[in-house]
């Protein structure tokens, strides 16, 4: 049952927003009432931080997405397009996070805040998993901001695709974006990672 209000608030939340969707839409669209939620969880607050935890732990904890490539350029491309690739589950988590009551509620702010650290603390790792050649270098913390901002921004975009031109869609923009970030992976013979121009 706990999966089960988790997977329908996710989806009530998204359809809905954060602040609309009360624990008794919540009750009626489980098919219980609103003590069983309860019984499970406290309060709406707590049913959104184990939403983004339980996604965080899936999405986030482990290695990269994908393996490194035959050169950084084409790593990049497919690494964009894993994270662009998601399922209706991470659009419905896009679509809360960056609802109206995401930025009223100190909860919300809370899970929200904790979702973005995690991603970047995610991308930072997997920056370095796929492009050694950036470790110890002051350039990952704003690689990690920066792909974080255009995944983000990218996957707004994408959500505004009509689901059958999706496909070719983000492969044709996480071609453009890793053609934008490859320079920035480069390491010039002395070891400093080198200013794109």
């Known amino acids: 049952m706990r999966q089960e209000i988790l997977d329908t608030a996710l989806r009530l939340m998204a359809q809905r927003g954060y602040t609309a ?5 919540l009750a009626e669209a489980c098919g219980c009432n609103v003590a069983i939620l309860y019984r499970h969880f406290p309060s709406k607050e707590a049913i959104l931080e184990a939403i983004v935890e339980q ?6 904890q482990g290695r990269a997405p ?4 035959r050169d950084d350029e084409a ?3 497919r690494l964009l397009v894993a994270l662009l690739d998601r399922d209706v589950e991470y659009e419905y988590i896009y679509r809360i996070m960056l609802g109206e009551g995401m930025r009223s509620n100190p909860a919300a702010v809370k899970a929200r805040d904790e979702l973005w650290r995690s991603t970047e603390r995610a991308y930072r790792r997997w920056i370095v998993e796929l492009f050694p050649q950036l470790t110890g270098s002051s350039r990952v913390g ?6 974080r901002t255009l995944v983000q921004g990218t996957y707004g975009e994408l959500v505004m695709v009509p689901p059958e031109a999706r496909a070719r869609a983000l492969r044709r923009r996480s071609r453009e974006l890793a053609g934008v970030l490859a320079p920035a992976l480069v ?9 794109a121009r």
């Open 66 to 69: 994908v393996r490194r490539g």
């Open 55 to 60: 996604r965080r732990e899936r999405v986030f």
């Open 187 to 195: 390491v010039d013979p002395r070891g400093s990672t080198r200013r």
């Open 21 to 25: 969707t009360s624990m008794r839409a």
């Open 142 to 147: 704003p690689l990690a901001r920066t792909l």
């Open 75 to 77: 790593t990049l491309t």
